[in-house]
């Protein structure tokens, strides 16, 4: 692997929104950086606050993507891996790669902050008018939908 710093090296935006076992509702959002290449063996990464110049093996880990057997590296792409289900991938099934967007991390991790300050309160004084007042002005907010058709 010593072709690694030589690599394109691509700047991704990772966001999975989480699911409650057998209910399929939505719980969570993970938001996460990374900087992701396209190997002969598959699809490295290395952390977002590697230098191009240090992204060299062990700070470089294979993420468990093969491009030809789950889903093409074509940014933006929605990652299923389609192995053996008893290997895991550093990239959890679901998990939105995108371009990275500066402006996007930012709203993402405002939602993902907002979101866990919300389950947070609801968790610790659900009858609390903060977090009734808090609950109220998000369902205030989303009462468009974002599908204009």
């Not at 969570?28 to 977002?48: E, K, N, T």
Request: aromatic content about 10%.
């Amino acid at each position: 692997m010593s072709d690694i710093p030589t690599l394109d090296w691509q700047p991704v935006l990772l966001v999975k929104v989480s699911r409650e076992p057998f209910a399929g509702t939505f719980c969570g959002l993970q938001v996460s950086r990374l900087h992701l290449a396209l190997h002969p063996d598959g699809v490295v990464c290395a952390a977002w606050d590697i230098p191009p110049e240090q992204r060299d093996f062990p700070r470089v880990r294979l993420v468990g993507w093969k491009p030809l057997r789950d889903v093409p590296f074509d940014l933006p792409v929605r990652f299923e891996r389609k192995g053996n289900a008893r290997v895991s991938a550093l990239i959890p099934n679901g998990t939105w790669v995108l371009p990275y967007n500066d402006e996007q991390h930012r709203l993402y991790l405002r939602l993902q902050r907002a979101w866990h300050s919300l389950m947070s309160y609801v968790d610790s004084a659900p009858h609390s008018p903060y977090t009734l007042g808090f609950v109220r002005s998000l369902v205030a907010t989303t009462t468009h939908s974002p599908n204009p058709n």
